[in-house]
């Protein structure tokens, strides 16, 4: 079994005016030899954006993007003809695969606070896809919601590789197991807020850890909790 634990005061960090970013992993200017991905997760990033500013049209490929709104609304457009706004109710997974450019603004008067994720795909060049779904916040208390997976089980959005990705909000004095998808991956656990207790490590918001070689991990809540797990291949 391999443990690693990320503190939320030990990631990177940007500061940009209208973007302030938190990074768990090696990201844009920041780097740290230690931290390159956690086998094919490969960024999670934490940002606010200010109102009536964003990301202009960028260019993405071969990278497996999941983007989940925790604050306001975020205004998508892309070069495979998509437009869209996500609120805090839905997930964004797009597969940039072969190559896609795509913007990401705040339009509204209040911060957006989003996560986003980038999984390294299974093979390359595959053909750019766009998927986006709403996710009650009914179907995660006490248990796990599955948001991505490499088939779409669960009614979750599909992804270019053996990955699951998972949110769950815990009430204080529950526990749960989580038990891998696919023998030989690993877990990363994120807590967006509350505190977990994983493998007798007490995990506040924003700290996260990373496990390898166990088939399931049991998680208690110290406090009424939110956190996402995201199991994916460990040799990618």
Not at 38 to 53: E, H, K, M, Q, W
Not at 118 to 133: A, C, F, H, M
Not at 166 to 187: A, D, H, K, P, Q
Request: aromatic fraction near 8%.
């Amino acid at each position: 079994m391999s443990l690693v634990i990320h503190k939320a005061e030990e990631r990177g960090k940007a500061h940009h005016g209208w973007l302030e970013s938190r990074f768990s992993f090696s990201f844009a200017s920041w780097h740290d030899p230690e931290r390159m991905g956690f086998g094919a997760l490969r960024v999670l990033n934490d940002d606010i954006i200010s109102p009536n500013s964003g990301f202009g049209m960028h260019p993405h490929k071969n990278m497996e993007i999941i983007t989940i709104v925790t604050e306001g609304e975020v205004t998508h457009e892309d070069s495979l003809g998509n437009k869209s706004v996500l609120d805090s109710s839905k997930v964004q997974a797009m597969s940039a695969g072969k190559g896609v450019v795509h913007s990401e603004f705040n339009l509204g008067e209040k911060p957006l606070a989003l996560f986003q994720m980038w999984i390294t795909p299974k093979s390359l060049d595959i053909v750019s896809r766009y998927g986006e779904k709403v996710f009650p916040q009914s179907g995660r208390k006490n248990k796990f919601q599955l948001l991505a997976s490499p088939d779409g089980r669960e009614a979750s959005l599909p992804i270019h590789q053996d990955s699951f990705l998972s949110r769950s909000e815990m009430e204080e004095g529950r526990e749960i197991s989580y038990s891998l998808f696919e023998c030989g991956n690993g877990v990363y656990i994120f807590v967006i807020s509350g505190e977990i207790i994983v493998k007798k490590t007490n995990l506040k918001s924003r700290d996260a850890v990373g496990i390898s070689g166990l088939p399931e991990v049991l998680i208690s809540a110290a406090k009424n909790s939110d956190f996402l797990i995201t199991e994916v291949p460990i040799g990618e």
